[in-house]
Every structure is written in structure tokens, then in C-alpha cells.
């Protein structure tokens, strides 16, 4: 499994902007399509981005579309989510995730991702 540790959150006002970023172990990361979800407080994981192996295309929630952008650097193992004009509803607990097959990412859900990291906060206050 791919081992993936997050990092980034924190507490920001509305209109601001974070990037967080997800690093992974896995040496042959770039064999792994990479996605962003995210779990607010009594709210089931929902899909945010998705990025196919080589980065060539990007998948994102219609809820951030325009406003986050998802994207990776192979050589440092690294994906990231920049994201911008955040909202109070942005907050959550955002989790990178890796998937084995280069298709169908949004249409996986969840459960369609192999590994997951442990997780960041975001906070937007308003």
C-alpha cells in the first residue's frame, strides 16, 4: 500500500486560500491516479478532485469547480490541492486517497481508492 501524509490545513477567513499538499512513499508514485475528498462533521466523504496518473487530466466536484485546482509533481511523489475563494462550507477534514486504475475516478467513489492518508483541517470562518 502507498503510504500518504497530508498536510497544509488550517484556519483561514472566507475568500482566502490554502494548498495542501499530500505526500506519498511509493516510489513508482506515478503508476497511481490520485483524488481529493474530504468529510465534514455528520456528513458522509465526498469526492473534491481527481488527477489521472500522468496529470494530463483533472476531475473535480462541481462544488469547487473554478475555484480549486488539483495537481501533482511525479518526480517529488506529491500531490496538491490549491484552493482558492474558500467558503464556509469548505470546512472539513480533507484526505488524498490513491487509486491503482487511471479511469473512472469520480464515478468510484470512495470506495474505489486504495490508500488513504490520515487527514487535514480545513476551517473557514466567515
Known amino acids: 500500500q502507498v503510504q500518504l501524509v497530508e498536510s497544509g490545513g488550517g484556519l483561514v477567513q472566507a475568500g482566502g486560500s490554502l494548498r495542501l499538499s499530500c505526500a506519498a512513499s511509493?516510489?513508482?508514485?506515478?503508476?497511481?491516479?490520485m483524488g481529493w475528498f474530504r468529510q465534514a462533521p455528520g456528513k458522509e466523504r465526498e469526492f473534491v478532485a481527481a488527477?489521472?496518473?500522468?496529470?494530463?487530466?483533472?476531475y473535480y466536484a462541481d462544488s469547487v469547480k473554478g475555484r480549486f485546482t488539483i495537481s501533482r509533481d511525479n518526480a517529488k511523489n506529491t500531490v496538491y490541492l490549491q484552493m482558492n475563494s474558500l467558503k464556509p462550507e469548505d470546512t472539513a477534514v480533507y484526505y488524498c486517497?490513491?487509486?491503482?486504475?487511471?479511469?473512472?475516478?469520480?464515478?468510484?467513489?470512495?470506495?474505489?481508492?486504495?490508500?488513504w492518508g490520515q487527514g487535514t483541517q480545513v476551517t473557514v470562518s466567515s
Open positions: 486517497a490513491s487509486r491503482l486504475f487511471d479511469w473512472n475516478l469520480v464515478q468510484a467513489g470512495p470506495e474505489g481508492y486504495d490508500s
Open positions: 511509493e516510489r513508482t508514485f506515478s503508476n497511481y491516479a
Open positions: 488527477i489521472t496518473r500522468s496529470g494530463g487530466k483533472t
